[in-house]
């Protein structure tokens, strides 16, 4: 099992590609820009397995248009094939939306939906070719119609909800492939991410439950959803 996990240095992708090192003969490929970070995790999954087949790719995803080298230089070299591709990095800068920075709403815009769509370009050459692939794509409930907004989160909603949008436009483009795309739409994590935006707030779940929740859904999801936004929160709406 190839997997492919992206933001993988902290929160939500970081205790994911651990989860999967442990799993019987996974090969993860861990993307984020925090070398010394992915380094650490290397160290974590091999001490709790021996045989963990993680290998850290210290890469800025907001490169990927222009990198045309992207796949043969970081991919290939690990594997030849995608079975699973989680697209867990994300950028909150939040902020009222008058004041947001161009800059801070363009980072935005590029890791939250611009990388992850063409991550997903360049790699769907290399899914479906021995058995099922599925795309997962972590979005927010901040990006979900009807759910609960908050402000100084305009920016990053919206770019969440775009990828949700692509995940649909997705499944039904290959719909005749053995490729699946579905999104998760989180309620509050506890994630560093979280603390840094909302300072002193306790989220219902924890990291580890949330990539419990990503791992098992990554690799047995496709067989139930194909297209589909899943809310995963405790709170309504």
Do not use: W
């Amino acid at each position: 099992m190839n997997v492919i996990v992206t933001g993988a240095s902290r929160g939500i992708g970081r205790e994911t590609a651990r989860l999967f090192a442990l799993e019987k003969n996974a090969h993860i490929l861990a993307i984020s820009r925090n070398r010394e970070r992915l380094g650490e995790l290397k160290e974590e999954c091999a001490a709790t397995n021996p045989s963990a087949g993680l290998f850290p790719a210290a890469y800025d995803l907001t490169r990927l248009p222009s990198d045309a080298d992207f796949v043969r230089s970081t991919i290939l070299p690990q594997f030849d094939h995608v079975d699973i591709l989680i697209n867990n990095a994300g950028y909150l800068k939040k902020s009222p939306f008058k004041e947001t920075l161009p800059k801070d709403a363009e980072q935005m815009l590029s890791v939250n939906f611009a990388a992850a769509a063409e991550l997903i370009r360049k790699l769907i050459p290399y899914m479906g070719k021995k058995g099922p692939s599925h795309v997962v794509n972590i979005s927010s409930m901040g990006g979900v119609q009807g759910s609960v907004k908050f402000s100084g989160m305009a920016y990053y909603s919206a770019c969440k909800s775009a990828l949700a949008t692509l995940t649909e436009c997705l499944a039904e483009e290959f719909k005749e492939t053995p490729v699946f795309f579905n999104c998760l739409a989180f309620g509050a994590v506890q994630t560093e991410m979280l603390s840094e935006a909302f300072p002193g707030y306790k989220a219902p779940l924890t990291v580890k439950e949330a990539a419990h929740f990503v791992v098992d859904f990554a690799i047995e999801g496709h067989k139930f959803f194909n297209g589909k936004i899943l809310p995963v929160s405790v709170t309504t709406p």
